[in-house]
């Protein structure tokens, strides 16, 4: 699948009243939380906490709608990312039954769009039927996928889907490989390009780290050429441990270093003054003020600076199904594991003590994945999103 959450790209691709949003990538996992060494984890978050309810009420309500909801098709994956551990340990497929079981409680949730990742959700026998189902209820399907079997399934993916992410992680295929884990790059090009063909709007994500932060700049005319509608960059995650099923160390050189920082400051003003046409058109997602938030991340990766403050009330608007049925206020943090739905009860579990116990600990500040967070996002009602 594609890296987390798509936040600018799902802004402007939702109808002005919908309301888009988020992540993508997961499943459960057990966790352990390494700290990579070498990395600091920086000082805590700059976004104040608002005020504490008062005794006896929640700081947030329950949720009676979920206009965005993240499905997981399968947590298994063909790609193999330096990044991840979907491809090492994941085994399970979610059923067209489960699906189908899921349809009403999605409707009672009155959900709008339906994010399909995993893992990689093309490996799923039954993908084109599952995103059917989805999209005959009238949601809108959006795949985030690796595409690797992109070009081969072009037209069918054109056929059910309405939006598609392809995670691109090189300008060439060195890059991609390193990062990748496999010999990849063309094949994931021809099927951008054919998806493209086939009339879908394809955008890209960029997960900027280490070993690719140097070809920023050249990631805009290779969207142009694939003839993607938008490209869009994200920090790669060095701090959670969940978010790709994690159950190992993971290496920090994933993570600029601080003898990189000035580069990518170069990197950006240099992006920011070759593409400003890029920027006002929204061909890259992110505005320029946006981006720079990548080097402040990274800066505060290498202990010499606060994280960007982070502001995201995903979960009050959006969850995130696994592969059994299983809950998470967003890509990030895992759900209590009596959070597992069998369809119909979405809201009613989605509603569960333990839930709103947890959605009450983000809102509060309480949870450290936020303080590193690199996709937070934040919905007005009736606004859409900033992140
Ligand atoms: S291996 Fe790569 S493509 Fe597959 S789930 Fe993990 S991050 Fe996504
Ligand atoms: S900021 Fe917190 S709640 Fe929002 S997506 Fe990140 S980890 Fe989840």
Redesign the pocket.
């Known amino acids: 699948m594609a890296s ?2 798509d936040a600018t790209s799902l802004e402007a691709a939702a109808p002005p009243t919908a309301v888009p949003a ?2 993508v990538s997961a499943g459960a996992g057990p966790l352990l939380f390494p700290k990579p060494a070498g990395v600091g984890l920086g000082p805590a978050p700059t976004a104040p906490a608002p005020p504490a309810p008062a005794p006896g009420s929640r700081a947030t309500p329950p949720l009676r709608h979920l206009p965005l909801v993240t499905l997981y098709l399968t947590d298994r994956c063909n790609s193999r990312c330096t990044t991840c551990d979907y491809w090492r340990h994941g085994r399970t497929d979610i059923s067209l039954e489960s699906v189908r079981r899921l349809l009403p409680g999605l409707r009672e949730a009155g959900t709008r769009i339906v994010l399909i990742s995993g893992g990689e959700p093309l490996l799923h026998p039954d993908w084109e039927s599952i995103a059917g189902l989805l999209r005959s209820q009238g949601m809108r399907v959006w795949l985030l996928t690796a595409g690797l079997a992109l070009a081969k399934h072009a037209r069918k993916v054109a056929g059910v889907f309405d939006d598609v992410t392809v995670s691109l992680d090189g300008t060439h295929a060195a890059t991609y490989a390193a990062i990748r884990g496999l010999e990849a790059f063309d094949k994931v090009c021809e099927g951008i390009r054919a998806a493209a063909d086939a009339g879908v709007p394809v955008r890209l994500r960029t997960t900027v780290q280490r070993a690719n932060f140097e070809e920023l700049p050249d990631f805009v005319p290779l969207a142009h050429r694939l003839q993607a509608r938008q490209i869009s960059f994200l920090a790669v995650d060095v701090a ?1 441990p969940h978010a790709f099923a994690r159950q190992e160390a993971f290496s920090s050189d994933l993570a600029l270093r601080p003898g990189d920082l000035p580069v990518l400051d170069r990197l950006l003003r240099d992006l920011e003054r070759r593409h400003s046409e890029d920027f006002r058109a929204g061909f890259i997602a992110e505005s320029p003020a946006k981006l720079r938030r990548l080097l402040q991340y990274f800066t505060a990766v290498c202990g010499q600076g606060p994280f960007p403050p ?6 009050e608007f959006s969850a995130v199904i696994g592969v059994n049925g299983q809950l998470q ?5 895992p759900g209590p594991a009596a959070a597992r739905t069998q369809g119909l009860d979405l809201l009613e579990k989605v509603n569960s003590p333990e839930l709103l116990d947890l959605r009450d600990s ?1 809102r509060l500040g309480k ?1 450290r ?2 303080v590193t ?5 934040w919905r007005e009602p009736g606004v859409g999103l900033r992140a």
């Open positions: 987390p959450c988020a992540p959670n982070v502001r995201c009330n995903a979960p206020p967003c890509f990030f943090i983000i949870r994945e936020c967070c690199v996709c937070s996002l």
